[in-house]
């Protein structure tokens, strides 16, 4: 895989994704493992293996957006952007 290809490994420290705490959104620490994990988790969503629960968040644009979750991440997306 590209990580063990690259020389990374869980000594890297890395930063993404988000989390609310006290209404502000502050960026958290990410690992291979959560990586790995999104991968699976697109893979599933283009391959139509889970369609998704709508979610009950509001949306800049109105439109209805879907959640799914996989082991420890979560995704909110439209489905009209799967392709």
Do not use: R, V
Request: net charge negative.
């Amino acid at each position: 895989m590209y990580f063990e290809e690259n020389g990374i490994d869980d000594t890297w420290e890395m930063w993404s994704g988000h989390e609310k705490s006290g209404g502000h959104i502050l960026p958290h620490k990410t690992n291979i493992s959560y990586i790995q994990q999104s991968i699976e988790l697109c893979h599933l969503l283009l391959d139509g293996k889970i369609t998704g629960t709508p979610s009950d968040e509001p949306t800049f644009d109105g439109t209805q957006d879907y959640k799914d979750t996989y082991q420890d991440i979560a995704i909110i997306y439209k489905k009209s952007t799967l392709k």
